[in-house]
């Protein structure tokens, strides 16, 4: 499943598919971007970061895809399971540096069905 | 410990109250930041302190009030809420400038009544 930009708050996907959520930031001078995870009730938690010197960055059964050109940013979550439903922003820092605080993206909010 | 701290993690006041939010971090991070979210919004940055001083003030009301008594501990003074401040109150911190290790803290629940 595949989520576009901004405007598609919710992506459904079937449990052990891969997800992508995508991401259209704003400001070219942003130079370092992070993906977060929120539950509800809960604080925005890290999930994977990548500097504006990379185009992909992989963690564990994450990536992060970057291009400049276009501005934008793909989360990419392989074999999705039950407790990857969440609510998913990109966050870009404009400035940089970490100081100057992050601009949140709108988010898009991930199901994952059995 | 690689966690940002926050107490209350709910609070109920009237609009003629005067409370206080509590942060505090012990990862050695020199920049603590505060942010606000609305129901299904996204965070939106409200105050930066770098290295113990106030560096970004997002135009926030002067009805809250930051303070940073020292490099690991954040607070927000709050005095003459509308009900419309009521929100959820993000603490965030992060090793220095380059943004390294920006970890958000679980929130606080504000209701103004």
């Known amino acids: 499943g595949e989520s576009v930009g901004l405007h598609l708050p919710t992506l459904s996907v079937q449990e052990g598919d891969n997800s992508i959520i995508n991401c259209a930031y704003s400001?070219?001078?942003?130079?370092?971007f992070i993906w977060y995870k929120q539950e509800s009730g809960k604080g925005p938690q890290f999930i994977i970061d990548?500097?504006?010197?990379?185009d992909k960055r992989q963690g564990q059964r994450v990536t992060v895809l970057l291009n400049k050109t276009v501005k934008h940013l793909s989360l990419q979550i392989a074999a999705t399971q039950p407790g990857d439903s969440a609510v998913y922003f990109c966050?870009?820092?404009?400035?940089?540096?970490?100081?100057?605080?992050?601009?949140f993206g709108k988010g898009t909010h991930l199901i994952i069905q059995p | 410990d690689t966690e940002v701290t926050q107490t209350p993690k709910h609070l109920v006041m009237g609009m003629t109250n005067k409370k206080s939010l509590k942060c505090e971090q012990h990862?050695?991070?020199?920049?603590m930041y505060w942010y606000k979210q609305k129901a299904k919004k996204p965070p939106e940055l409200m105050f930066v302190?770098?290295?113990?001083?106030?560096?970004i003030n997002e135009s926030v009301p002067s009805r809250f009030s930051p303070e940073c008594p020292n490099s690991s501990l954040l607070n927000l003074h709050l005095h003459a809420l509308q009900p419309e401040d009521s929100a959820l109150y993000l603490c965030?911190?992060?090793?220095?400038?380059?943004?390294?290790?920006?970890?958000f803290g679980s929130g606080t629940r504000l209701t103004v009544v």
């Open positions: 302190y770098s290295y113990e001083k106030l560096s």
């Open positions: 966050a870009e820092n404009i400035g940089g540096g970490g100081a100057d605080g992050l601009t």
């Open positions: 990548i500097r504006s010197n990379m």
């Open positions: 400001n070219s001078a942003s130079d370092y």
């Open positions: 965030a911190s992060s090793q220095d400038s380059r943004g390294d290790g920006y970890t």
């Open positions: 990862m050695g991070h020199r920049a």
